[in-house]
């Protein structure tokens, strides 16, 4: 009997992998409805263990994809539209190369459409999932909303985006929802927490498009992941408009008369929506939507759990304060400062804002109002101020939010000095890290304000102590002088019990007499020696933590030894990047200094003259 095995490469990696060629082969289609595909589906390219198995001996790298995964993609529908299209693009061709209008015109009618919707509901089966893997999302949206019609880019597209994004910026203000803003070169960091799920994503800065060249970005790649997250976007405001007891598509309170007598008034009700100056219309208004973080918090009888109830407790307590950052301030934006972002930011936090109403549409109250509170400025001086009015930089409200307090406005006025904006992104207190001097002032300044506190109360509950013990002092000799009249009558009856006790105590017996004087000879003995002065040498200390540290390396086991090594190059290059920064700082706070004692030089020079 023979025994006939598997043939090489029909087991394991060799069969559980495909190239990218085989896979079209499969699948039929071109390489871009295949890529098309692969991004609308979530599925890419796996690295295998053997890349020489994977790949049936055959040298090179190839793009290599998961057996199953190619299996998953063959029963897409979006396949037999693709298939559609295909046919439908030869048929226009050749009715337009035959001068066929009326059938052109037929088939154009019945164009086949693609839709996404199944797959954003089979990538994402609850509301949780899609907002965990919502920061690419926004991201790309909010890209797409700035750009202008491109080639590869529709105009629709970029609208869509606009509209969808500006509708999840009213959902985060009225949830109350954004946490930390960061401004950088690459745009405006935000990060809202939603549901218990943190969300980060960047806005541009609204500059003119520079065109790009054809190498350098691949738009048609961008637009159809646009295109998917365009629909996961829709669902997902659709959602959030509903939980927060909104309209959707969103719709104004208050509907002047003057916008009904407009010709277009759907355009100019988009444009007050896109302001975020306007509060949009309840459901039901009856009921007000409950925050999460109102709701009381549970509380758990596990001891190992006390310090996480405490410090969630008093997150809680900050983020609710910080809710409200802003409530009671009217705020006034100049023609040059940027009006999307700030008043968005302030919005969140319970602020009123407005704007020159010759600028854009929304504005709520003008400039000569006297009842406002603060002016954003960005210019170095201004002709006409107010008293009753703080004139500040824009800088202001962003620290204000990252510092989750009102600052003190004196270093933000207009044609000040900024003090420098720090990141609140980045973990300070992580080990082998590089923090700024000005990071590190403000953290001793927390560090020492929390001092102070325990300390105020510490002496608080000190004299507490003391005034109770005053008291009890006083109540302890008002019982003795009581007393002392009940024990008048007793006294003479005590003495011969005293006198007895005395001769006991005088005539001990012969062993008690013994024990009595080892005791006090032991006491003699008993006494404090002045000590010696042992100098200890730093450089034989430094020698034993040395070849300590040496034994512990050497216990390291021979199958960790690779992630040790690894594990100490990594500190050995932070190690470095924070001397290369440290260095950095040092330069350029002497250039500065240099620089401000050749201007007192040039000013004590012009006096002089």
């Given amino acids: 009997m023979v025994v006939i095995g598997k043939k ?35 599925i890419y390219p796996r690295e295998p263990r053997n890349r020489r198995r994977a790949q049936k001996g055959e040298p090179g790298i190839k793009i290599l994809y998961h057996k199953k995964d190619i299996q998953f993609l063959m029963h897409e529908p979006i396949i037999w539209k693709l298939r559609d299209q295909k046919i439908f693009n030869r048929k226009v061709a050749k009715a337009r190369s035959l001068k066929e209008y009326s059938e052109m015109k037929r088939y154009l009618s019945n164009h086949p459409t693609i839709t996404v919707d199944h797959i954003v509901k089979e990538r994402y089966p609850t509301f949780i999932d899609a907002l965990r893997d919502l920061d690419d999302c926004l991201t790309l949206c909010f890209l797409f909303s700035t750009f202008p019609s491109l080639h590869r880019i529709p105009r629709e597209q970029s609208l869509l985006c606009r509209r969808l994004t500006v509708e999840f910026l009213h959902a985060v203000i009225n949830a109350k929802a954004l946490r930390k803003v960061f401004v950088s070169i690459k745009g405006y960091y935000y990060q809202a927490e939603i549901k218990g799920q943190t969300i980060t994503w960047i806005v541009p800065h609204h500059f003119c498009f520079e065109p790009q060249a054809k190498l350098d970005v691949d738009f048609k790649i961008m637009s159809t992941f646009v295109e998917f997250y365009i629909t996961m976007l829709g669902f997902v405001n659709y959602r959030l408009y509903h939980t ?21 008034e759907e355009v100019y009700v988009s444009e007050r929506i896109a302001a975020l100056n306007v509060s949009l219309v309840n459901l039901d208004p009856s009921t007000q939507f409950v925050e999460d973080e109102e709701m009381e918090m549970d509380q758990f009888t596990n001891e190992g759990d006390a310090t996480k109830l405490e410090e969630a407790r008093l997150e809680a307590e900050k983020v609710k304060k910080l809710k409200t950052l802003f409530k009671g301030l009217k705020i006034f934006l100049n023609r040059e400062v940027p009006r999307e972002p700030l008043v968005f930011i302030i919005r969140c936090f319970g602020g009123e804002v407005s704007w020159d109403k010759l600028l854009f ?66 973990d300070s207190r992580q080990d082998q890290t590089y923090i700024p001097p000005e990071e ?46 009940n024990e008048d009558s007793d006294e003479e009856v005590d003495k011969h ?29 008993m006494k404090v020696k002045t000590g010696e002065v042992t100098k200890e040498d730093p450089w034989e200390r430094q020698r034993q933590e040395r070849q300590e540290y040496r034994l512990r390396e050497r216990m390291v086991k021979k199958k960790h030894k690779n992630l040790y090594r690894s594990m100490m190059k990594g500190r050995e290059q932070r190690a470095k990047e924070i001397w290369l920064l440290r260095k950095k700082r040092r330069i350029h706070d002497a250039a500065e200094k240099q620089k401000r004692k050749e201007e007192r030089k040039q000013k004590k020079a012009k006096s002089a003259e």
């Fill in 361 to 426: 549409v929304g504005a709520t109250f003008d400039e000569t109002d006297e009842t406002i509170t603060h002016q954003i400025v960005d210019r170095p001086s201004m002709s006409k101020q107010y008293i009753s009015r703080y004139y500040v930089q824009p800088q202001w409200i962003f620290d204000s939010v990252n510092a989750r307090e009102l600052l003190p406005v004196e270093k933000y006025l207009m044609g000040c000095i900024l003090p420098p904006h720090l990141s609140p992104f980045s």
């Fill in 244 to 264: 927060l007891n909104l309209y959707y598509p969103p719709k104004l309170t208050n509907a002047e008369n003057s916008e009904k007598a407009l010709v277009d």
């Fill in 440 to 485: 590190r002032a403000l953290m001793d300044l927390e560090f020492k304000l929390t001092d102070d506190k325990e300390e105020s109360e510490e002496e608080s509950e000190n004299e507490n102590e003391e005034e109770e013990e005053g008291e009890e002092e006083e109540e302890e000799e008002d019982e003795d002088d009581e007393q002392e009249s």
């Fill in 497 to 525: 019990e005293a006198v007895k006790k005395e001769v006991e105590i005088e005539l001990p017996s012969k062993v008690e007499d013994q024990k009595e004087q080892n005791r006090l000879l032991k006491k003699k003995q």
């Fill in 8 to 42: 090489k490469y029909q087991s394991g990696e060799g069969a559980q992998f495909m190239s990218r060629k085989a896979a079209l082969k499969k699948l039929q289609l071109s390489l871009n409805e295949f890529r098309r595909l692969c991004i609308l589906k979530g």
